[in-house]
């Protein structure tokens, strides 16, 4: 039973390792082993580069959102997103809710880089009320809200398009939105589903 | 243009929390410290696991696996109505934002992003994440060491999102 339950604990540990076994397999069979090493040496300077890249705008983001959270700004956003989100969230966390309510706002507003700190914030939070070592349903819930990408004017999209000479850049617009609130629902239908069939199963 | 838009919002989003701030006669600059401080903390947290997962993807994509794997997919995905010229797209999407806007220019220069392969491009790349990099640094975060459910879940929404999308642009651009 216990190997079992370990297996299961792996998914994205298991994910990691493939990536990186299969590229080396796949590049060896091919006979350049040299590449494999070149891009292993290379491959921390732009992981850095890249958490550089990351971190300053958490890090700027944080200021700002910490600004929004001590002045009662967030209460306001809180309130107006609280039936929609406790249709979908059974935590009572306030401070989960609070930072919960800022994420939505920014990733609608196409502030991802806001949306980071504020959704890494509400994961600390629903974590001090899950003291299991498996993600509660709020969690995986909540990660899947973020993966879906509801975004009210996908700009870099738009500056993409543009830059690459389209006639009507913004024909996209409406299509995004549809389709991420399409993925949306579905992501909160498999959630509820899933985590009801799985209450019932375990009693 | 869009530029602008998005120069707006984020402008009138800062100057919004800073004068309602003042409204409230909170300490501002005291607050943006306090969040700096946990910005901080936030960062150095989560960088052990995003760089195991840059060191992973780094070697999927510039060893070409990505486009390995690709080839074998390609003729499943046209059967269920996905243009196989995205696959590179579709691929790279989850694991890396950089790369995934790379392939995406590319595709642009080849087909023209007014295309019917432009069009779906553009659209399924908006609409999906950069799902392992979110689920990684969001985790990192947690004492949670199993995702259960999360991560199929995730794969099943993107994978509804490419073929509604597939839909919606056969369906409108004949």
């Not at chain 1, 491959?43 to 958490?58: D, H, R, Y």
């Not at chain 1, 890494?120 to 629903?126: N, P, Q, T």
């Not at chain 1, 609130?181 to 009801?196: D, M």
């Not at chain 2, 838009?5 to 989003?13: E, G, R, Y």
Request: with cysteine.
């Amino acid at each position: 039973m216990k190997s079992l339950k370990r297996k299961k604990s792996r998914t994205l540990k298991a994910f990691w390792l493939f990536l990186i076994l299969f590229s080396i397999l796949v590049q060896a069979f091919r006979g350049d082993i040299s590449k494999i090493t070149n891009i292993l040496f290379s491959a921390p300077k732009s992981a850095i580069e890249i958490f550089l890249t990351i971190a300053l705008s958490i890090i700027l983001w944080s200021g700002f959102l910490k600004v929004a959270v001590d002045s009662g700004l967030v209460k306001i956003l809180q309130r107006l997103l609280k039936p929609f989100l406790k249709l979908l969230f059974n935590t009572r966390n306030v401070k989960a809710l609070e930072w919960m309510a800022l994420n939505v706002v920014a990733n609608f507003l196409g502030l991802g880089n806001a949306a980071t700190p504020a959704g890494i914030k509400v994961m600390e939070e629903l974590s001090k009320e899950n003291s299991k070592d498996f993600a509660s349903s709020d969690m995986i819930l909540f990660v899947i809200l973020n993966t879906c990408s509801i975004q009210l004017i996908p700009t870099t999209m738009i500056m993409l398009r543009h830059e690459y000479g389209s006639k009507n850049p913004t024909v996209v617009v409406f299509p995004i939105l549809f389709v991420s609130l399409v993925g949306l629902f579905f992501g909160i239908i498999f959630c509820k589903v899933i985590s009801r069939v799985l209450r019932r199963w375990q009693k | 243009m869009a530029k602008m838009i998005s120069d707006i919002i984020i402008t009138s989003f800062i100057v919004f929390v800073l004068i309602f701030s003042l409204f409230k006669s909170t300490d501002s600059f005291k607050s943006f410290v306090e969040g700096v401080k946990d910005g901080i903390r936030i960062s150095i947290r989560i960088f052990p696991n995003v760089f195991a997962l840059i060191l992973a993807v780094e070697l999927f994509i510039k060893t070409g696996t990505v486009d390995m794997l690709g080839t074998f997919l390609g003729p499943i995905l046209n059967k269920l109505g996905i243009f196989k010229e995205t696959l590179g797209l579709i691929m790279t999407k989850p694991f890396s934002g950089s790369a995934s806007y790379a392939v995406l220019k590319d595709i642009f220069a080849r087909f023209g992003p007014d295309s019917q392969i432009g069009i779906y491009s553009s659209i399924i790349c908006a609409s999906t994440e950069t799902l392992f990099y979110v689920i990684t640094t969001y985790l990192a975060q947690t004492k949670v060491r199993r995702t259960r459910y999360l991560i199929p879940v995730a794969i099943a929404v993107d994978f509804i999102v490419l073929l509604v999308a597939a839909v919606l642009v056969k369906g409108s651009l004949k």
